[in-house]
């Protein structure tokens, strides 16, 4: 399983992803909509992401992926703080991926997410932490297949702050 996108782009659970029962799924644009509840600051925000633990894949896999950590910063746009994209909780761009157990309240996020790519074939994860308009601190476990019989799983930790304004 090729962890190192997943992980660089991801945003804690202790427990692994459940399958809920199929009423409990939400679409994209449902979580959206729960999303739109929060108004992010536009400007210029500073994020970083740190693989706090990872286990299985293929060999020397985990222990490269173990204590990486990037810090980026970017610009969000007006329209972007408006509407918080859903991607950063299934981390990751492409793939189809459905919602269950989201819960967004008092500042606290729980969202329990399945996603299936070409690549890494279906990746369980659940996220949970502080997220506000200026700051947010979420921990995800990834659980998946890193071929037939070969579990893996990785711990990620992300953070972001607002900064100010763009330049």
Do not use: K
């Amino acid at each position: 399983m090729r962890w190192a996108p997943l992980g660089l782009l991801a945003l804690s659970a202790c427990q692994p992803a459940q399958t809920p029962p199929a009423a409990a799924v939400m679409t994209e644009e449902e979580v959206a909509e729960e999303l739109a509840a929060i108004r992010i600051e536009p400007g210029l925000w500073e994020r970083s992401i740190e693989v706090l633990s990872a286990e299985g894949g293929s060999a020397g896999t985990a222990e490269e992926l173990r204590g990486q950590r990037t810090v980026q910063r970017d610009c969000t746009t007006p329209e972007q703080a408006r509407r918080p994209d859903t991607n950063f909780l299934a981390a990751q761009q492409q793939g189809a991926c459905s919602y269950r157990d989201f819960l967004l309240e008092n500042g606290r996020l729980r969202a329990t997410s399945v996603c299936t790519t070409a690549e890494e074939g279906e990746v369980g994860i659940v996220t949970e932490g502080s997220y506000g308009p200026r700051a947010y601190d979420l921990t995800s476990q990834f659980e998946g297949s890193a071929g037939p019989g070969q579990p893996a799983r990785v711990r990620i930790r992300t953070a972001g702050r607002h900064v100010g304004p763009c330049p």
